[in-house]
């Protein structure tokens, strides 16, 4: 029986996948611990993500974290690491990320303003220098060696 190209390339993708699940199966994603202190013009930088981009597509893995109320954060890769567990070994480009809400608006000003045009406008303002928001002008680099990776601090400064 002859298959239509499309069911064929479908089953392939299908198989290759369970093909990668298998051979993944065990240990998951090699990740490294990763945790480090955000501080901007030095002061803690709490609510910023830093986000880890590989230098060499294919030589590491994307991950992401959130800063808390000290500032410190623990990066997650993003190809199904666990929380906070980190992301492979490899060099990164790393970018902050920080904005917040320049509007407040009571319950009921909500409720009308939503009845009236559909979304709210919170009027979002970036709190880091704009060049950190990018990893290609961020400055910022991380490598990721095997073991704890303890030392991943960043500190921003205004222009």
């Avoid at 319950?107 to 303003?113: G, V």
């Amino acid at each position: 029986m002859q298959y239509p190209l499309n069911f064929r390339l479908l089953m392939l993708f299908l198989l290759s996948g369970l093909f990668g699940a298998v051979g993944c199966s065990g240990g998951g994603l090699r990740t490294e611990y990763v945790e480090g202190v955000v501080t901007l013009d030095g002061k803690i930088l709490p609510d910023a993500t830093v986000s880890f981009s590989p230098v060499t597509e294919g030589a590491g893995t994307p991950a992401v974290g959130k800063t808390d109320s000290a500032g410190k954060y623990t990066m997650t890769s993003v190809r199904g690491g666990k929380d906070g567990a980190g992301t492979t070994v490899g060099k990164y480009k790393v970018s902050v990320f920080k904005e917040v809400a320049t509007k407040q608006y009571t319950e009921e000003e909500i409720r009308k303003i939503i009845a009236r045009d559909g979304v709210v406008d919170w009027g979002y303002k970036v709190v880091v220098p704009v060049r950190y928001t990018n990893p290609a002008t961020s400055g910022l680099t991380a490598e990721i060696v095997k073991g704890k990776n303890l030392s991943c601090d960043f500190a921003l400064t205004s222009p």
